[in-house]
């Protein structure tokens, strides 16, 4: 199987603290990783290599540091790593993002050949909006299958595949065909340790890096800034809770009234929870 | 408060082998005066005593320091190892 | 051989391990490091300090490139007792120099940096991978190493153990003893952030400049140790560390709590006040001296920077001595390959005359006995701060009692305290100890 | 280059940054439309909380309200389209069809397309569901148009122009976005962030029916099975309303059951701390905190837990926060909303008995 995972270097946002006196982002030391979710594609890309033969290509947009992510994703056993970096692409939107990964993809299968899955994160830590995805798979014509938590049968030679989709209230089973943009659950695998030979084969591989036009991209109008509709305005801290918590039952006779008094309290504060915890009681 | 040394560590980067411990205490029932200094010693504050009089150790917030192997190293009561390649804590400024 | 083998294998990324790998790759030499942490720097922590000397034998314009917070103009060295200290402040403005002396660091970016090149020299370096253990051919000669990875052993004709002050792989290995608590120090430290301009201004500083504040006295509870706050570009380090068998001997406090008394010093909360907090560490320094200095070479194997021991307590001085035990190591093997010879311990015995010859072992040398005279007369961290603020202070109030008076209370103080007898006995054993 | 972390208000000089005029093309889009999640017979509570906000927004802009209802069962459709009405839409745009029986993204992306080709809105709120994104980014990609993600709260400035402001880095920081120079201006929006609008029976409205051309052998992908949650065992703490944990204030293995027992009552889901895992005393799939699970439930229950703040990380975005702890100063009262401070073994069972009774009281008189 010939395998396209899209990943994206991020800030750990674990690491991001504000201020608390000037409600201020504290940047300094926020280290950068591969985004979290990006791992479980590129573990079940790993597992269908393995399974069926093939290879697995990494690939990304980002500054030039963002090598250093795919070199990392080559020790966990990735075969090939590619990097779309352009100035071009600075402050791209999702939009204009996934405009630039559909031709770096469009440019990888021209290169190596057509892939039967790409896969992308759920979504990304820093940004958090599961649109670039989706926004390829549209690009590209792909099957999209978001929020898999298993692939449950796959067949490259007749192109067919079963998933587990995540739904709101279930999981659906979907029955589709490829080639098909997946992003995988959390959860579902553990990326695995590359073995020394991996570790050893990616600190001297060579990082594949593509400017705009190495990749094919002519129109610049649909990249970065220009080809972004959307405008960030304005950046701002969250207020911070000032209050503690409000105690209940103080004084009060014995336990069951001082559940009485937080129950009464509890649905003072939500009231429609009351009705909702009622109509799921009845349900039972 | 400035003495919970939780609220440092929370500051600090840690990637948890969730499930592989790289610091365990071995089953005993007294332990020895060095392994219970550790319940103060460990700046990490890994190290507690539970209502048996045990000590216990949950090493996720553990700076790899060494300072407990150095210490409990005559008794022989503990086992310590660096945590798997990429696991463990992150210093961002060291 | 197997694509697995190379003419040495670095464990460890830090100072040593780095000025190694570096000077290898620089020679020409095939060239395999390896780091534990995510990447170079991620497990290692310092004040800190760098000093430049050592450095620059190895990349001389490193000035250029390399990540330094504050080049150093002041040292200020604290006596401290409850309610303040007694010191002395060196400034000049000598140390404005083209290149400088000393710096501040931050060490997780400048390993990182310092591991770049070593890279660009052409060595191999793999990150989050933890060499487990010494492969070693049937009479023993060690020729490469196991790691936690899943696949084979790596080979290599010489390992070049640069892997800190645990050393856990040369102990595990049978090539040194076991730390022993009463020749390693705990020091703890935190990140203080503040914006560059608050820092110049509590200083005194402008541009690039530094102040160190080095500190000992009641702060450390009578175990044997000190403290310290060196000032980076936008941010302080402060910290303080003891003796380990202080700690669980001694004294009564955790570390942190200990950190906490010191930060809140009316001498020290001021410099602090309003700084947030970003990290928090921990590390032990190998002190026990020259007399804890292990086996440094043996059949395929050698040893440098911490895992050797090799850190000047009095001086504050280590990653300058591991960068040149790690230089020095890397400039004997490659004599060595480069000339077809075999890392036997006998041809590697040539490292270690390079380390006597150096500074290094000189220095550890000279200093060889301060150690157990600090062990023995823990009144010098303790009961001197003390006789000194009082000292100061009576002789600095004005209060309407004559100086010569002043004079034979100040004296008088420092007799009851330690008797005519002890206070000799001690200015002997320092002025030994020091020689 | 971030393909949605913030990035300071657009340089001058780039396209899309400057406040144009808006293109010719787009000059007629106009009303405020709302994606209904119809699924399982059932509105998304989302979607109706979307309507009240869309409501708000309709009223400002002086113009529709609409909702677009998807389905295969005209008749169901119909009926939830009363309810649209009621809960605040000027009308209600129907598409049933066979094909529209299950969420699917190629046909329901087709359909929403040749939808706002066809009727121009110029908003339109989708909820931050599974179904929501996996929708509103096929739409956008394929409408060329901008999307602002995970919303927390909408405006209209005062040129006319949507301002969704949404949470980023993991909500450290919110940043307000605009689609200035393309129509439909889209933004998905979380659940339960807006309130639930009181809907008004008496209400009524327009129904627009829409006959979508679909085949269903054109449609690659087909929905072979659904399993609901509600007959799963296994721990779907990121999906409840309401999360019961407990820490070490339980003092045995065996009161992690009083936990569980209220869980049950309220028709929600339970864990644990960290120490409770590493006593395992609870699986590791119910540890709730920054290390294992990060929960947004309506109502979040801690019963003996101190919250450090690995666990307040854990727990912070829940609507509301019930904390049990022995002791008065445990952080955990820094943050939670109400606070009994008791032993969670005693109160729980009072707690369990007191919701059991009053939510078997209230079901009676309703």
């Given at each position: 199987m010939r395998i396209f995972v899209c990943i994206k270097q991020v800030p750990d946002s674990a690491q991001i603290r504000v201020h608390p006196v000037t409600n201020t982002i504290m940047r300094q030391g926020v280290p950068t990783i591969i985004n979290p979710y990006d791992l479980f594609g590129l573990e079940e890309a790993l597992r269908l290599r393995d399974r069926f033969g093939g290879e697995v290509t990494v690939m990304t947009m980002g500054p030039p540091m963002a090598s250093d992510s795919l070199r990392k994703a080559l020790t966990y056993g990735a075969d090939r790593a590619v990097l779309l970096t352009d100035r071009f692409f600075a402050g791209s939107d999702t939009l204009a993002t996934s405009y630039a990964l559909a031709n770096l993809i469009q440019k990888a299968s021209d290169n190596w050949g057509k892939p039967d899955i790409v896969f992308c994160g759920k979504q990304t830590i820093d940004g958090d909006t599961a649109q670039v995805g989706p926004g390829i798979a549209r690009r590209l014509g792909l099957t999209q299958l978001t929020y898999v938590s298993s692939i449950d049968a796959i067949d490259p030679s007749h192109g067919t595949i079963t998933v587990r989709r995540r739904a709101d209230h279930g999981v659906q089973v979907l029955q589709s065909r490829l080639p098909a943009m997946i992003t995988m659950m959390e959860g579902s695998n553990e990326i695995r340790r590359g073995r020394i030979e991996d570790a050893l084969r990616a600190a001297s591989a060579e990082v594949v890096q593509w400017n705009a036009a190495a990749a094919g991209i002519t129109d610049l109008g649909h990249c970065g800034l220009r080809g972004s509709p959307t405008v960030v305005k304005k950046v701002f801290a969250p207020p911070s809770r000032e209050e503690k918590a409000t105690l209940v039952g103080e004084g009060a006779a014995n336990p069951t009234a001082v559940a009485n008094d937080l129950i009464t309290q509890i649905f003072a504060r939500q009231p429609v929870l009351e009705g909702d915890l009622m109509h799921a009681a009845a349900r039972h | 408060m400035s003495d919970r040394v939780e609220n440092r560590l929370f500051q600090n980067r840690y990637v948890v082998d969730v499930g592989r411990p790289h610091i365990t205490v071995k089953p005993h029932v007294n332990p020895s005066d060095a392994l219970v200094a550790m319940t103060r010693v460990c700046p990490a504050g890994c190290y507690s005593r539970n209502d048996q009089g045990q000590v216990e150790i949950v090493a996720d917030g553990c700076m790899e320091c060494g300072t407990c192997r150095v210490v409990c190293a005559q008794t022989g009561e503990i086992e310590w190892s660096y945590p798997r390649g990429g696991f463990g804590v992150l210093f961002k400024f060291g | 051989m197997t694509r697995n083998h190379f003419d040495a294998i670095v464990v460890g990324a830090g100072p040593s391990g780095n000025a190694a790998a570096y000077m290898l790759a620089q020679r020409g030499l095939n060239v395999l490091q390896i780091e534990r942490g995510e990447y170079a720097g991620s497990k290692n922590v310092q004040g800190a300090i760098l000093y430049a000397d050592a450095l620059e034998k190895i990349i001389p314009d490193f000035r250029d490139e390399a990540p330094l917070e504050r080049h150093i103009v002041e040292q200020r060295v604290w006596m401290m007792d409850d309610a303040g200290h007694t010191g002395m402040h060196h400034r000049s403005d000598d140390y404005n120099e083209d290149k400088p002396n000393r710096y501040t660091i931050l060490r997780a970016q400048f390993d990182k940096w310092f591991s770049r090149c070593v890279k660009e020299a052409g060595a191999t370096v793999i990150y989050e991978t933890t060499v487990t253990s010494l492969m070693r051919d049937a009479s023993g000669w060690v020729v490469g190493v196991h790691t936690d990875r899943n696949g084979e052993g790596i080979t290599a004709d010489v390992v070049i153990l640069a892997e800190g002050v645990n050393g856990l792989v040369g102990r595990a290995s049978g090539l040194r003893e076991e730390l022993k608590p009463e020749n390693v120090a705990l020091a703890v430290k935190e990140m203080h952030f503040l914006p560059q301009e608050v820092i110049d201004a509590r200083f005194n500083l402008k541009g690039d400049e530094g102040v160190v504040i080095e500190a000992m006295g009641t702060i450390t509870e009578g175990m044997v140790g000190t403290a310290f706050l060196y000032t980076n570009r936008e941010s302080i380090s402060v910290g303080i560390g003891c003796m380990v068998s202080d700690f669980t001997d001694v004294g009564q406090a955790t570390p942190h709590g200990l950190l906490d008394r010191f930060k809140a010093h009316p001498s020290i909360r001021p410099l602090l006040e309003g700084s947030e907090i970003k990290e928090y560490a921990a590390h032990l320094i190998p002190e026990g001296g020259y007399k804890a200095i292990p086996e440094l070479v043996g059949n395929g194997w050698l040893v440098v920077g911490d895992a050797g021991h090799f850190v000047n307590a009095v001086h504050r001085e280590g990653s300058n001595l591991a960068m040149t035990t790690g230089r020095l190591a890397a400039e004997t093997v490659a004599d060595i390959i480069l000339s077809g010879g075999s890392c036997s311990r006998h041809n590697l015995a040539a490292y270690v005359d390079a380390v006597k010859e150096s500074f290094v072992m000189k220095d550890m040398k000279k200093y060889k006995d301060i150690h157990g005279f600090l062990k023995k007369g823990r009144h010098v961290v303790d009961l001197y701060p003390r006789l000194m603020n009082r000292a100061a202070q009576t002789w600095f109030r004005v209060d309407g009692v004559d100086k010569r008076s002043k004079e034979s209370t100040i004296m008088r103080e420092a007799w009851r305290a330690r008797g005519i007898g002890g206070l000799m006995g001690d200015a002997f054993k320092l002025m030994r100890a020091w020689r | 280059m971030n393909s949605s972390a913030p990035r300071p208000a657009a340089a001058a000089g780039s396209r899309a940054g400057m406040k144009k005029e808006l293109p010719e093309h787009f000059r007629s889009y106009k009303h405020v439309w709302v994606f209904i999640e119809f699924e399982q017979g059932e509105i998304h509570p989302v979607s109706l909380e979307l309507l009240g906000e869309g409501r708000k927004l309709a009223d400002q802009l002086q113009v529709e309200l609409a909702g677009v209802l998807l389905g295969g069962c005209g008749a169901a459709l119909t009926g939830a389209a009363g309810i649209c009405h009621s809960y605040g839409a000027d009308v209600v745009y129907v598409v049933a069809h066979p094909v529209l029986a299950d969420y699917r993204n190629e046909p329901y992306t087709r359909v929403m397309t040749d939808l706002v080709r066809k009727f121009e809105p110029e908003i339109m709120l989708l909820g931050a569901t599974v179904l929501g994104r996996d929708l509103a980014g096929s739409v956008a990609t394929t409408l060329q148009t901008g999307l602002t993600a995970d919303c927390t709260e909408l405006a209209i400035d005062d040129e006319r122009s949507l301002a969704a402001t949404r949470p980023t880095f993991g909500g450290s920081l919110l940043c307000t976005i605009h689609t200035l120079n393309f129509r439909p201006q889209m933004a998905t929006v979380r659940p339960r962030v807006m309130p639930l609008p009181v809907p008004d029976t008496s209400r009524t409205g327009r129904i627009v029916e829409y006959q979508a051309e679909l085949e269903e052998s054109d449609i690659v992908t087909k929905v072979i099975d659904f399993l609901a949650d509600r007959n799963s065992e296994s721990a779907q703490l990121a999906f409840a309303d309401v999360a019961v944990a407990g820490g070490l204030?339980?003092?045995?293995?065996?009161?992690v059951s009083l936990v569980r027992d209220l869980a049950q009552v309220l028709g929600g889901d339970w864990g644990g701390s960290r120490p409770l895992v590493q006593k395992g005393w609870i699986p590791s799939d119910r540890q709730i905190g920054q290390t294992g699970k990060t929960i947004r439930p309506r109502l979040y229950i801690a019963a003996g837990i101190s919250g450090a703040i690995q666990h307040r990380v854990g727990v912070e975005g829940s609507d509301l926060i019930v904390a049990i702890n022995t002791d008065p100063n445990a952080p955990i009262f820094e943050f939670a909303h109400l606070g009994v401070v008791g032993d969670a073994t005693v109160l729980l069972p009072a707690l369990t008995e007191a919701f059991r009774s009053r939510l078997a009281v209230n079901r009676l008189a309703g």
């Open positions: - | - | - | 204030g339980l003092r045995s293995a065996e009161n």
